[in-house]
Nanobody, 116 residues
């Protein structure tokens, strides 16, 4: 059974930083894309950032220049470094892993709250 375990969420003041981690375990083969999505109350889930097995990344316009996605293939782990956080970044952040066989896995979500 595949599990995605997320960590690193929490409460931070505007302008602060957080680092999210997501470790995939279990029988998961040929991981292609690893990424982060987020969902704010009353809004649709949206892409934050993706990183592919060849290292190519893409970001939502709203986080470009502030967030950095990276991955450790040996550990099947993806990270999201979030800097210069804004109140509008407040959401539940979900890890997503896609394999070359088009199988998608989701994490359970971790809350990020940016507030004074």
């Amino acid at each position: 059974q595949v599990q995605l375990v997320e960590s690193g969420g929490g409460l931070v003041q505007p302008g602060g930083s957080l680092r999210l981690s997501c470790a995939a375990s279990g029988s998961i083969f040929r991981i292609n894309a690893m990424g982060w999505y987020r969902q704010a109350p009353g809004k649709q889930r949206e892409l934050v950032a993706n990183i592919f097995s060849d290292g190519i990344t893409n970001y939502a316009d709203s986080v470009k220049g502030r967030f950095t996605i990276s991955r450790d293939n040996a550990k099947n782990t993806v990270y999201l470094q979030m800097n210069s956080l804004k109140p509008e970044d407040t959401a539940v952040y979900y890890c997503r892993v896609a394999t070359s066989f088009s199988i998608i896995y989701w994490g359970q979500g971790t809350q990020v709250t940016v507030s004074t």
